[in-house]
């Protein structure tokens, strides 16, 4: 019976990677010194697994990037905008990909979340002509180095349908032309590490979603040239983020050795996966949750364990994470600060394999380990905590009536109350939110929580940075300003560190996207809002202007996806207590004088199941919260909200029936193909397509702006249109915030010249 992760996290302990990323990216470091890094960590990483009792390590789940844009260079599909050699991928052109070349002037490749995760990947680029090559010998290099330690290496790669459904087509490509080309690919690549693995793990969790026709047949015109290139090497076809549902048989009908499945996404699966499994499969549990960071229940654990013993031999039986454990923290021994209690409730992803091991010796001896013991008190103590319930905030709950999820007039009406009150030009320009982090303000955000600075010179640090970015805006023009948000480390740890039933990690991290990492607010209890969160710092931003000053808000969806949630309580009621907090906020600041309120929902996309059977009900719940915030105000305060890289044209109608007076939508890193949905769709309410991609470096020039901006206002009317960046501007620099909004200003007044 082995045990194994699907993967790990790839920062390090201490984000070791994310630093040596950014030095490298300023020059500061050399590529030898950035792979050194690099190749410790994997190292590092490995003798973690080796030691918590993990039998097969993963190769290939390590990225210096994104493990979809490794894969689209390993298989030498590059883009033609870049540079292309017959040799491996220069690892400049490798960061060019993710980030764009501002010296050439190349935008990057579009990203977007990995399913219904918070983690980005870069989308894959197909077109009629886009070339395959076998291009790294990345993953061999890993596989030789796990040997050489002493430990199987089990290489992991991302299969080849999975690949094809997350790419885009362009110049009239269809995906499936490019699948015999593809196979002969992988069938290389398995073929030169397979002489060193004795399992190598293949990632299709797309087969945990609807499947079209054309990739059911792709699946068994694949699979048996890819073991034909196995040889004696043995596959495992790795499925997670749901159950397997109606593809069950095709997984099992594959020439492929096991099947991995996820047991906490999908624990109802496993009776009919058992029952369906061939004799000669292994079956890979996904038993603790790689995405969440509470213990797992080892006892309902190995309930499950021990329901596939009595029809599957133990020797085809792996313990497994559900998923990778890239979307957990690394290691909770790191978190001195965290209150005991709370801390012996969690597991991050060293604790995770720790358990991982303890499932598999209990299965293997018969007798619970001491972990199982531990297990059972912190489950208990958990479950009695006096701060878990608040029956204030479940009877608040209960009381929540229809009439709290309407604004009272419909929005034309609100619209006509809105333009007198704010009178705005047509086009009118503003930003997503936040303005760059400086060192300055990192450094007394640091001081004031060491308490090496008082309240009260915190307050007017934060103040001078605020009064800076008000002035910056008006320099430069722009119609709707926002306070820039020096004072929020992060979107969503801001408002969780004001609101009951959180608690925070110190050194929590896991990777959004590149360098850039998160840390997820943890919930642990009943949510309430004890005080006002945002009301004194808009109110002074706004004493510092003539012109509207945007009310800055993270939506309870949002909140919800970008925090580790308590799992014993459905998400829904979760969402509903985070709503009800944000309600009194929006409430409080209009009472305040903010003329116009932004509600964050940049997860509303992200959170959704990846079944379509199961996302009706996803979709109503999370617009009602977005409703029930916004409710309570009056038709003349505007409402806007927010939205960023997830695939939102299938959505749209939920999206209108958000109610926002005002939405602002990435759409520049794909060429506005967000538009595409305003053909078939008259969206009711006022838009803003970003129209330059905050995410690179790469300054956009005023007539690139210009041009987008003509396709958006050949689909939405200009009176309903607003000219904004994709996202909010923290993660960059001021010299490139303050030329790309100079040319987006400019770009809007050549606009309106053309609509006068």
């Not at 004088?593 to 059977?613: T, Y």
């Not at 806007?640 to 939102?648: I, W």
């Not at 994709?726 to 993660?731: R, W």
Request: glycine share 6%; net charge negative; aromatic share 8%.
């Amino acid at each position: 019976m082995n045990a194994h992760v699907l993967g790990f996290p790839r920062m390090g302990a201490n984000r070791e990677l994310k630093w040596a990323l950014e030095q490298f990216w300023r020059g500061e470091i050399t590529e030898t010194e950035l792979v050194t890094t690099a190749a410790a960590l994997k190292k590092q990483q490995w003798e973690i697994q080796a030691k918590a009792g993990m039998d097969l390590l993963p190769v290939g789940d390590f990225s210096l990037y994104d493990h979809i844009l490794d894969t689209l260079v390993m298989l030498g599909a590059v883009p033609d905008r870049f540079e292309r050699t017959d040799a491996q991928v220069p690892l400049e052109t490798y960061f060019h990909l993710a980030r764009g070349d501002a010296e050439k002037g190349i935008p990057a490749m579009e990203m977007t979340k990995w399913f219904d995760s918070n983690y980005h990947f870069i989308v894959p680029e197909l077109t009629p002509d886009t070339p395959f090559k076998k291009n790294t010998s990345a993953l061999l290099d890993d596989a030789l180095a796990v040997k050489a330690l002493g430990y199987s290496p089990k290489p992991v790669i991302v299969g080849p349908v999975t690949f094809l459904m997350l790419a885009k087509e362009f110049g009239g490509c269809n995906r499936w032309d490019h699948l015999e080309r593809m196979t002969e690919i992988y069938g290389e690549i398995i073929a030169e590490i397979a002489p060193h693995s004795a399992w190598i793990q293949i990632d299709e969790p797309i087969l945990c979603t609807d499947l079209p026709e054309e990739a059911k047949q792709a699946f068994q015109y694949a699979y048996p040239k890819l073991k034909a290139a196995a040889n004696s090497a043995r596959l495992l076809l790795t499925t997670y983020f749901g159950d397997l549902g109606d593809n069950l048989e095709l997984a099992t009908s594959l020439p492929v050795d096991g099947l991995h499945v996820d047991l906490v996404r999908g624990q109802a699966q496993l009776s009919e996966v058992v029952g369906a499994l061939p004799s000669n499969f292994t079956l890979s549990l996904g038993l603790v949750d790689g995405r969440n960071v509470w213990k797992t229940d080892l006892a309902a654990a190995f309930t499950q364990l021990n329901i596939t013993r009595q029809q599957v031999k133990r020797n085809r039986i792996m313990v497994a994470s559900s998923c990778s454990l890239l979307h957990a923290p690394v290691d909770l021994a790191s978190e001195t600060q965290l209150a005991p209690e709370l801390k012996q409730w969690m597991a991050f992803a060293v604790q995770k394999c720790d358990e991982i091991a303890a499932l598999k010796q209990a299965a293997l001896t018969g007798k619970a380990p001491a972990l199982f013991h531990e297990n059972t008190d912190a489950l208990l103590a958990r479950a009695t905590h006096a701060d878990v319930v608040d029956q204030t905030t479940r009877s608040r709950v209960k009381s929540i009536t229809p009439k709290m999820y309407d604004r009272t007039s419909p929005f034309e009406e609100r619209a006509r109350q809105q333009r007198k009150r704010l009178n705005l030009p047509l086009f009118p320009t503003t930003t997503i939110g936040s303005f760059p982090q400086t060192a300055e303000i990192r450094q007394a955000r640091l001081q004031f929580k060491k308490g090496q600075i008082s309240e009260a010179e915190y307050i007017e640090k934060m103040q001078g940075h605020i009064a800076d970015v008000v002035d910056r805006q008006e320099a430069l023009g722009l119609d709707v300003l926002v306070h820039g948000e020096p004072e929020r480390n992060d979107m969503v740890e801001y408002f969780g560190q004001q609101l009951n039933g959180f608690c925070f990690t110190s050194n929590g991290w896991v990777q959004s996207y590149g360098s850039r990492c998160v840390k997820p607010p943890i919930i642990y209890g009943d949510v309430s809002r004890p005080e006002k969160m945002t009301v004194d710092w808009a109110l002074y931003a706004q004493s510092l202007t003539d012109k509207p000053m945007k009310g800055m808000l993270t939506g309870p969806v949002t909140i919800l996806c970008w925090s580790f949630v308590r799992n014993d309580i459905p998400r829904d009621a979760v969402c509903r207590q985070i709503a009800l907090a944000i309600r009194d906020e929006v409430v409080d600041l209009e009472e305040a004088g903010i003329s116009i309120i932004q509600i964050d929902e940049a997860a509303l996309r992200e959170g959704m199941p990846i079944r379509k059977d199961q996302q009706e009900a996803y979709l109503r719940w999370a617009v009602d919260c977005f409703r029930l915030t916004a409710g309570g105000v009056k038709d003349i305060t505007q409402i806007h909200s927010h939205m960023c890289y997830s695939e939102f044209n299938v959505i749209m109608q939920s999206i209108a029936e958000m109610d926002a007076d005002v939405i602002s939508i990435e759409a520049s890193r794909s060429g506005m193909e967000l538009l595409d949905a305003f053909n078939t769709y008259q969206y009711p309410a006022e838009i803003g397509p970003g129209v330059y991609d905050i995410h690179s470096p790469r300054v956009p020039g005023k007539d690139e702006i210009v041009s987008l901006l003509h396709k958006a206002v050949k689909v939405i009317p200009a009176q309903r249109l607003w000219v904004n960046p994709d996202c909010g501007l923290k993660t960059r620099a001021w010299p490139e915030t303050m030329a790309s909004l100079e040319n987006m200003v400019q770009a809007a007044a050549t606009l309106r010249k053309g609509h006068a």
